[in-house]
Every structure is written in C-alpha cells, then in structure tokens.
Antibody
C-alpha cells in the first residue's frame, strides 16, 4: 500500500536552513506528482509547493517563493523540500502528499514532520 | 488569507445531516475540480471527495460532494461521533498557479 514518511524536521533558528525528505513506497514513485502542505499550530492547511512526476515543472506558494525549493529524486523514490531563510511563521507540521491528477486533488498523505523556527 | 471561504463550524445530532459550504471564484472553483479532506484530531488530512463528487474506495456514500458555479458543498448524512473533525475544501487556482485550501470547518456531533 502507499506509504509516505516525512523526515528532517526539527528546531532551527530564524534565518537558518532545513531540508525535509519524504520517502515513498508501495507505488510507482516516478508516475506521480507530489505536493508539500503545511499546518501551523492550531491553524488550517496551507499549500506550499507541487512538482510534476518528471520534475519538469514546479510551483511554489508566494509565501515561500525564493526561500523554499521542492525537488525529487526518482532513483531514490524521495521527495525533498529545501527550506532557507526560515522565519518564525514557517513553524508548522509539514506534510507530503501525492498528486491525484491534473492538479485536482491530493490523494495520499504522510504523517507529517514538525518544523519549529525559534531562537 | 485563504481564497476559499468555509463556515468555521457546523453541528448536528447523531443521525442528522450537516452541510459544509465552500465559496470561491472563477479562477478556482469556477473552472477547476474541487476536493474535500477530513482531518481528525492529531492526524494527517485524508481525501474524502475528489473531482467534485467522486469518493475514493472506502469512503461511505453518507458523504457526498457537489459543485455549482463558484461554490461547492460537502454533505454528511447519518452523522456519527466519528465524523467529528475538521473539514477542508481544496482546488487549483489558475490565477495564482497555486493549490488553495478552504478556511476549514469544524464538525461537532451534539
């Protein structure tokens, strides 16, 4: 069955960097696009970024554009989110999710990894 | 600031029906598919409805989605205590080139 496991979260100081990973198994990784979605404590869902199945196209939310970069390694069945210039408002649980098709829906979700930006 | 608006909360007694609305615009709901997600306390979101009104396998037909113009609706009939959760609508916004979520609705079973 589909399994997505995020890792790489932790505590980082403002201005610092962190790289999240999402290890996928149970399906053909290279056939799917992926999203990152985050949820600040006590808040709603906020979409972060999407990447096409072959990595040819990417979109990022305005709130992270220029600071975060989504990428993937199809040879390792792994999705990444490189986060630079982190701010307190980036504190959230970060989820990876499979793209259901035509940017229409997020099909399967991981359990999330917590990123805390604090001095 | 979400571009999709949902009521903060809805409630009903067990066995009754709740309706959750999701209001958007022509750049998102009006021209793209809508999906719905359930988030139980302390867990990851789960897909309930995709492409406006389709249910993934394992989702009961007590849950149904619909779309009309720039609004969408999720109906939950035969309400159960296990339905207490936060619910989010979502869709692609063609103007923003971004996926957008609704503000979220908390369902309470009285």
């Amino acid at each position: 069955q589909v399994q997505l496991v995020e890792s790489g979260g932790g505590v980082v100081q403002p201005g610092g960097s962190l790289r999240l990973s999402c290890a996928a198994s149970g399906f053909r990784f290279s056939a799917y696009g992926f999203h990152w979605v985050r949820q600040a404590p006590g808040k709603g869902l906020e979409w972060v970024a999407v990447i096409w199945d072959d990595g040819s196209n990417k979109y990022h939310a305005d709130s992270v554009k220029g600071r975060f970069t989504i990428s993937r390694d199809n040879s390792k069945n792994t999705l990444h989110l490189q986060m630079n210039s982190l701010r307190a408002e980036d504190t959230a649980v970060y989820y990876c999710a499979t793209e259901g098709g035509q940017l229409a829906f997020l099909e399967s979700w991981g359990q999330g990894t917590l990123v805390t930006v604090s001095s | 600031q979400s571009v999709l608006t949902q009521p903060p909360s809805v409630s009903a007694a067990p066995g009754q029906k709740v309706t959750i609305s999701c209001s958007g615009s022509s750049s998102n709901i009006g021209n793209n598919y809508v999906s719905w997600y359930q988030q139980l306390p302390g867990t990851a979101p789960k897909l309930l409805v995709y492409e406006n009104n389709k249910r993934p396998s394992g989702i009961p037909d007590r849950l149904s989605g619909s779309k009309s113009g720039t609004s969408a609706t999720l109906d939950i009939t035969g309400l159960q205590t296990g339905d207490e959760a936060d619910y989010y609508c979502g869709t692609w916004d063609s103007s923003l080139s971004a996926y957008v979520f609704g503000t979220g609705t908390k369902v309470t079973v009285l």
